[in-house]
């Protein structure tokens, strides 16, 4: 039987976990191990990538930079969490922020530590990917557009540390890149709708905070459409191989999505959009085995010619 001291600490780790969000983070993980698989190294061995000493650091790197992230964000939005997400910031609350800011610098320092046995270029990536996101959770957070726009950049710097490392720029990856950067910034928006009533009182610069409701519906319109643009050229350009299913499915959702946005009147209705979202990116990580490395290789190569 758990001693009281057991159970605490225990509440603590889970309070940490929280924190951290390590239910996001293996999945970024998974993202760029099959990143790295089928679409930045496709010539290579699947074996060869995994056994990649050098991959494995920069992936443990990004995964630690980006719990780091999580927790010097939560470290800033305490008040706002208190409002918005009461009960997990109760949760979150079980760890002091002393003990917090002394894991977020102990957590940049490992990073820092690791990149070190790959490369000075790793190590300035990685270093300024840490001081992007302390800036964001500082500062850009609160400004209106640049902070839903460094919000999505910043989920996508992870891929850039493994596409620098690969050195691959194919257009076919920027393609990947764009539709992704599209349905994070979308996601972005939807928890500004979410979170409009926490952001009003931090005095947050959001597009519903300054331009209201219905504007911010447009914007995500827009930007839903836009997805259109990288689709069309992951499918009929570039040739993902059985992939563009997911990419045909994906514009289904959106387009229920879309539907449901309109409608959409209060917290939970906006909370089941995000999920939505949630939802088609992490398929979209499922679904990179769906693409055939050798029609990306030629299709790589045909890109190249240009």
């Known amino acids: 039987m758990l001693t009281r001291k057991s159970k605490l600490t225990l509440k603590k780790i889970a309070s940490f976990f929280s924190v951290i969000r390590g239910y996001n983070i293996w999945v970024v993980a998974l993202a760029q191990y099959l990143s790295a698989i089928f679409i930045l190294a496709p010539e290579k061995r699947a074996l060869a990538i995994i056994l990649d000493w050098r991959l494995f650091l ?125 349905l994070i910034l979308i996601r972005e928006i939807i928890k ?53 299913i997911y990419f045909y499915l994906s514009l289904i959702g959106l387009l229920f999505f879309a539907m449901l946005l309109w409608k959409a009147t209060t917290k939970t209705e906006y909370l089941k959009l995000h999920f939505l979202l949630k939802f088609i990116i992490v398929s979209g990580v499922f679904c990179i085995v769906l693409i055939e490395p050798s029609v990306l290789i030629h299709g790589k190569k045909l890109i190249s010619t240009y």
């Open 58 to 182: 920069i992936v443990i790197a990004s995964t630690l930079t980006i719990a780091s992230g999580y927790i010097i964000n939560n470290f800033y939005d305490a008040k706002k969490d208190l409002i918005n997400r009461p009960k997990k910031a109760m949760i979150d609350r079980l760890v002091s922020q002393e003990t917090k800011l002394k894991v977020y610098f102990g957590i940049n320092f490992i990073v820092a530590l690791l990149m070190f046995f790959i490369s000075w270029r790793a190590v300035l990536f990685f270093s300024t990917y840490i001081f992007l996101i302390w800036f964001y959770s500082h500062k850009l957070k609160k400004m209106f557009l640049i902070g839903n726009i460094t919000a999505a950049v910043l989920a996508v710097l992870p891929f850039f540390g493994i596409l620098m490392y690969y050195k691959n720029f194919y257009a076919v990856i920027f393609a990947h890149a764009i539709f992704l950067l599209l």
């Open 192 to 244: 500004d709708l979410e979170n409009i009533e926490g952001d009003l009182i931090a005095d947050y610069k959001t597009i519903p905070v300054v331009f209201g409701e219905k504007t911010a519906k447009a914007v995500i319109s827009i930007l839903t459409s836009l997805t259109l643009i990288p689709v069309y050229f992951l499918v009929e350009i570039y040739n993902v191989g059985y992939m563009d």
